[in-house]
């Protein structure tokens, strides 16, 4: 019984200092599963958030490809690789780009009506964009016998069709640039010259490659504006006093947590204690290792969420206590504790979790933040304030430490 | 804990709290200032945190305001204990709020900008309308599960009428100490809905289980008893919380403080409510013979 015991804490203690391990160093040397690669929102990595709108009622899908393409391409141009792009709803585009130091440039960099031009090698402009009716990945043979591949078909019109005309006359055997803003998106070669308004454009075009070359192009003769309709910008510096201060400030919470602990429940506090501990780390880890986005809010439902997670084994040590007090035998006194304080802990995490996915459901992204961390944090809880806790507890027991005092009773 | 004897003080407590957030919100509306500050991401408009670097004229700022933007009232206020100011105004464009920092920049050379903001009519309607829906599915979602819980319809209705108490209560701070009402606000409000409630939950239940120790005569004494019972995992818990909630008010930056601070009142008043209020309304709504 005794080693038994004995094996419950000494599993437990490495389950916590595994987690911890992990939770600060990582797996491996890329640090994988660290707290330090949790992936920052913008209000802790500084960076702009912005939401454009089309100004066009009943814009296609394609239209919106074509648009999305279209920031894609400029924020990799300006080497915003960490710059995430997204369509929301059904005319609205979400761009996050973290880190960038002129906010205001980057909005109107990204927004400005797409200027695209076909160019000859000299930089003379042959068309321009609004010439060119639709654009659009095929796969097929492109030469007699050949293979089978992915290319992009161009479409003119009426007026594009008789300078394309002349333009690939004049320019046979050399390459006509498509100049997106200031940015070659592809330059071919001419092999003929085209007449009928129909030329393609081949190459080693993988299928993904000739959908976004395609939908550059297109977007070249986009019928609609794209308008600021919000963003948000927030500096690098506040980002980091943002980080550093919350990150002061879950230690020194979770600090005063244990020591609390500690103080008023004793050898159940410890038990409490190192059940936080691995939740905490088991937190950090989750975070880490599903790529979730942590925002400032989001800390703050981790933080608030540390406090609660003791809530539960407030609940059952409190118990426990009740049950000393009535006379009743240890073991029975902590069998009693645990269930007959999980219908309340139940109640509690319940009705939390309520709270928790409406806002999840319904939240805008900051609140979404805090709503993921605090659902997180009620789940994880559950299991380390009743599992955890409870080994712990029992493996106290069956290591030989009986003193009743040490479990919370009074002598008067 | 004589707490069915002197409910009656408790409830005066709690009516003067509530009276003293209506009395405010009366006061700032009729001065213009609206009863709550709005924030514009339920307004829409921009909003700009700046640091000033040095201690900044608010009339001057107003008047750099004016020529930049052509706007007359723009809202500055200053955050106590630092150079930070935040000033809301109706929507401008990106150029125009490059020009105004540069313009403030002449003045303040200094300046920086901490967080810009800017949110059209369209989104700021639409958040508007998000919230109130959060807050009203939360609230039947919240309701069906007591009512599913509680098969007693009395103490079904104290933990309600607690709850909104503990609504009033974090309205109040909102209003009194002017604290930004945008998203975090529904956060704060469902969160210590959750809260509350479950402090509610866990006194209720004791007193269910007490049922069969007290005469049907003994109500009051059963109430005290119950409460006394769990007073102590009560207070422990929202001591936990407001640890770490006290936390992140005290270190926390500007955004956060204001998050915070309500938080921390409506958990203070969460535990108020189910161990003061909760109780004394069910011992009020019951009938004469099962009082004394």
Known sequence: MKSKGRLMLFLMLVLAVGLSFVALRGIGADGKWSAAQIKQGLDLSGGVYIVYEADKENVTQEEMNAAVSLIQGRLDWNGWTEAEVAQDGSNRIRVDIPGVENAEEAIREIGQTAQLAFKDEAGNVLLTGDMVVNATKQVGATSKNGPSEPYVALEFSDEGKQLFAEATKANIGKTIQIVMDDEIISSPMVSTEITDGNAIITGNFTGESAEELASLIRAGSLPFNLNVIHMKNVGARLGADALDSGVMAGMVGIALVLLFMLVVYKLLGLAADIALVVYIGLEMVLLSAFGITLTLPGIAGIILSIGMAVDANVVIFERIKEELVEGKTLRVSVKNGFSRALPAILDGNITTLIAAVVLFVFGSGTVKGFATTLMMGIIISMFTALCITRILVNGFMYSGIYNPKLYGLRTK | ?292
């Open chain 2, 1 to 292: 804990m004589k707490i069915i004897e002197n409910r009656r003080k408790f409830f005066a407590v709690s009516i003067l709290v509530i009276c003293i957030g209506i009395a405010a919100m009366i006061v700032q509306s009729t001065a213009g200032n609206g009863a709550f500050r709005y924030d514009v991401e339920f307004t829409g408009g921009t909003s700009m945190e700046i640091d000033m670097g040095q201690e900044c004229d608010q009339e001057e700022l107003r008047q750099i305001i004016e020529e930049v933007t052509g706007q007359s009232s723009p809202q500055i206020q200053q955050v106590l204990g630092s150079n930070e100011v935040a000033v809301k105004m109706q929507s401008i464009d990106s150029d125009t709020r490059q020009q105004l920092m540069a313009a403030i920049q002449e003045v303040y050379p200094q300046a920086q900008a901490g967080e810009i903001s800017d949110v059209s009519a369209t989104v700021s309607s639409e958040m508007q309308t998000a919230a109130i829906k959060a807050t009203l599915i939360a609230g039947i979602a919240m309701l069906i599960y007591i009512s599913l819980r509680f098969r007693d319809v009395r103490a079904g209705a104290s933990a309600i009428i607690a709850l909104f108490h503990d609504i009033l209560v974090v309205l109040t701070a909102y209003a009194v100490f002017r604290i930004p009402v945008n998203n975090t606000f529904i956060v704060v409000l469902l969160t210590i809905l959750g809260y509350s409630i479950n402090s509610t939950i866990v006194i209720f239940d004791r007193i269910r289980e007490n049922k069969d120790k007290f005469r049907k005569n003994q109500t009051a004494e059963k109430i005290d008893k119950s409460v006394s019972q769990t007073l102590a995992r009560s207070i422990n818990t929202s001591l936990t919380t407001l640890f770490t909630v006290g936390a992140i008010y005290v270190l926390g930056v500007q955004s956060i403080k204001e998050f915070a601070l309500p938080m921390m009142i409506g958990i203070l008043a969460g535990a108020y409510s189910s161990v003061c209020i909760s109780g004394s309304i069910w011992y009020t709504l019951l009938p004469k013979q099962e009082k004394e």
